[in-house]
């Protein structure tokens, strides 16, 4: 009687996991929708042919440049390609934020054989700000352009990306736009973590109807951000976004909630970036970011990770379970399970595919997609954690939202204090 109400159970567990993986396959199969859906409206920004805009009466463009310990990176490529725009009219202002290393050394000698290249050294944040929007906002009192291009010190331009994307605006009589480049990746880690980030981004993107004047959920990229200077001047400039780590993010969101015009296009013929060489720079770069793009909230971060988890991770984890075990002559039951969680495996391999072809990363790295998000989401949970106590996280030697320093705003504070009348 015990081993019959044993395998009772045990059938019934199985019954019960088996309906939950099946859950999760309809899940995928939404999200394929979605993804096929926004892959298909997100046709790529090409290169203008608009002649025109190499003209010297056209809009005077500010760039500004932020730039910290960039020593050993592509900050001379970076420039050089800033430099060698085919647009008529602009100006780059690129501040060195304290760094530590030979950047500024780096910086001199390239204003030196440029003058259109205006170098400001940058002071230490005062007390409330954080260190890059402080920076911006030094580069922006001396910028004298009508427009105004926020970009990191990491993206390469092609030459005729201003022109194009000036082109896009005038227009579209858009206020704003921000591109999503070509993400370079090299390493084991950056082919597994990119495309699945690229995945979320995609379905944020058009859960949130970012193109949609009508919605109030935006997207934005710090590596290119492009915007009318009496736009940003209207929401308060970057003083307003003085205490946000993820300024880009915020910023596009104050842009929509004024009632701006924001666009948002992938661009991979026009920017490229290589976001990180290693694993360390991989943690530190999302670590910085992600807890900011879950509005600060524990619980929804938490959330988050427990549902990620039980939809990209664990499913997966069951399929090699019980291929193995079926391997070693486990009972015939456990195909019950085994297919749905191996096909919930194989849409995801599918999905993820999509975006490895897109980035040229080799279509067997989706295989690893479940590692790729398990790492993401443990790296959005430790930063939430880390942050939410005050232990704060790194970013390019300076530490950010720890207990000492500028603390986040609270999901409440920010949907007070942030908003723009």
Known sequence: MVRHALLTLEIGSLAVLTSYIWAVVLIY????????????????????????LKAVDVPLVSILVPVRNEEHRVLRECLASILSQDY????????????????????????KTDARLRLIEGTE??????????????????????????????????????????????SSKADALTLIPYFESRSFWERIVI???????????????????????????????????????????YEKLKDEVAEDFRLAEMLKRSGASLRIEFAPQLLSTRMYRNFR???????????AGANYSLVFAVGSVLGMYMVGVVPPIIALACALALAVGADAELWRLFIPSALAWLIQVFVIALFNRRFKIPLAYALFTPLGLALLYMILLESSFRITTGRGVSWKGRRIYERAGVRPPTPHQYSDSHDVN
């Open 29 to 52: 199969l939404l999200t394929v929708a979605l993804t096929l859906y926004g892959l298909a409206r997100q046709k790529p920004l090409a290169p203008s042919r608009e002649a025109s």
């Open 281 to 291: 720079e991989m943690w530190e770069c999302h670590a910085k970011n992600w807890f």
């Open 195 to 237: 495309p699945a980030w690229a995945w979320v981004l995609m379905l944020v993107a058009v859960l949130y109807r970012v193109n949609n004047p009508r919605s109030p959920r935006a997207l934005g990229i710090g590596g290119f951000f492009l915007l009318r200077r009496d736009t940003l001047k209207r929401i308060g400039d």
């Open 88 to 111: 008529g009219r602009f100006e780059v202002i690129a501040v060195n934020d304290r760094s530590t290393d030979a950047t500024g050394a780096i910086l001199h000698s390239i204003a």
């Open 125 to 170: 944040p005062p007390a409330g700000w954080l260190g890059k929007p402080h920076a911006m906002q030094q580069a922006l009192v001396e910028a004298r352009g009508d427009w105004v291009l926020a970009t990191d010190a990491d993206m390469i331009f092609d030459e005729s990306t201003l022109r194009t994307t000036m082109a896009h605006v005038l």
